[in-house]
Nanobody
Framework: QVQLVESGGGLVQAGGSLRLSCVAS????????MGWYRQAPGKQRELVAV???????TYADSVKGRFTISRDNAKNTMYLQMNSLKPEDTAVYYC?????????WGQGTQVTVSS
């Protein structure tokens, strides 16, 4: 089992910044992949930014140049730095981890961007 706990969400004005954190109960080195997803009201959950098992990163086109995914292996923590936020970034942001063909999700953290 891998437990994931997100934090860092909140209310911010357009153009502002937030940093999300996701702490994993297992060593990041044991995970096959890890990343951030989001779900806006009435929409499907979508990929925001992810690490592959090799450490390479993938970003959604809508966040490229504005969001940065990073991790601190010693702290088993992954981050999402979000800059130049837009109202369309409003969503619940989820941390996801893959290990041994199982998928684990955090409880989500709300990000609201006002115009």
């Amino acid at each position: 089992q891998v437990q994931l706990v997100e934090s860092g969400g909140g209310l911010v004005q357009a153009g502002g910044s937030l940093r999300l954190s996701c702490v994993a109960s297992a060593s990041i080195f044991t995970l096959n992949g890890m990343g951030w997803y989001r779900q806006a009201p009435g929409k499907q959950r979508e990929l925001v930014a992810v690490f592959s098992s090799t450490g390479s990163t993938t970003y959604a086109d809508s966040v490229k140049g504005r969001f940065t995914i990073s991790r601190d292996n010693a702290k088993n923590t992954m981050y999402l730095q979000m800059n130049s936020l837009k109202p369309e970034d409003t969503a619940v942001y989820y941390c996801r981890a893959d290990r041994s063909y199982r998928v684990y999700w955090g409880q989500g953290t709300q990000v609201t961007v006002s115009s």
